[in-house]
């Protein structure tokens, strides 16, 4: 069993469990206001640098978990797209194209904003946003699709599955008490600084 699975980590998927989901065929298109678009498939994900970031994904409903989660940058990634200068937001579609999030392209290309596939040096399961995720421990875990298929540059910004139904477009995490995942779910004092 995953360690995500072990500690009992809330799965949340509104749009329906998506099911079983095949890594080695997976695809993330990268389009919009880029020069280079282009389609990433696993393998190509795993030619990448791999960064790890020690961080949190931390729900607006107020639970946390931290552990070392594995990936590549969305810096890294936009590197080969080549971003044109009026991108400034990331759009990401999860599969089905029923739930999406977009967040500022400065919070897209901070350190530990990536692509996430690996949470403790284990692959993601379906159930946590496998093949692919992104994360993004600086905002709220709404803004974290899972099972990404597409990434889209804007010039504009569009409110996403959760914030068109009233979570907060910019998703700032405000400090105060959460269920902390990696101790039982027991209650702990949580401040942006904690969670990157
Ligand atoms: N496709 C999809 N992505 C999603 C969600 C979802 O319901 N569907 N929930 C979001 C929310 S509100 C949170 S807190 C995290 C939860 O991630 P987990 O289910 O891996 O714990 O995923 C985010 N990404
Ligand atoms: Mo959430």
Avoid at 86 to 92: H, K, Q, V
Avoid at 161 to 175: T, V
């Amino acid at each position: 069993m995953s360690r995500l699975k072990m500690m009992d980590t809330p799965i949340f998927w509104v749009e329906g469990h998506p099911g079983t989901l095949d890594r080695e065929s997976w695809k993330i298109e990268v389009v919009g206001l880029c020069e280079n678009p282009g389609i990433f498939n696993w393998d190509d994900i795993m030619k990448m640098k791999k960064t790890i970031a020690e961080a949190r994904l931390t729900s607006v409903t107020r639970f946390s978990v931290k552990g070392r989660w594995g990936g590549v940058k969305i810096s890294d990634l936009l590197r080969e797209v080549k971003p044109s200068d009026n991108a400034r937001f990331c759009r990401f579609w999860s599969v089905k194209k029923i739930y999406d999030t977009s967040i500022p392209m400065e919070t897209a290309l901070q350190e530990k904003t990536l692509l996430a596939y690996e949470f403790d040096g284990e692959l993601l399961e379906e159930d946590y946003g496998g093949p692919v995720r992104g994360f993004c421990p600086y905002l709220w875990g709404y803004k974290s699709a899972k099972s990404v298929v597409k990434i889209e540059l804007m010039d504009h910004y569009i409110s996403g599955f959760w914030e068109k139904r009233g979570y907060s477009d910019d998703a700032l995490i405000i400090p105060g008490m959460v269920r902390d995942i990696n101790n039982g779910g027991r209650l702990k004092m949580l401040s942006l600084e904690d969670c990157i």
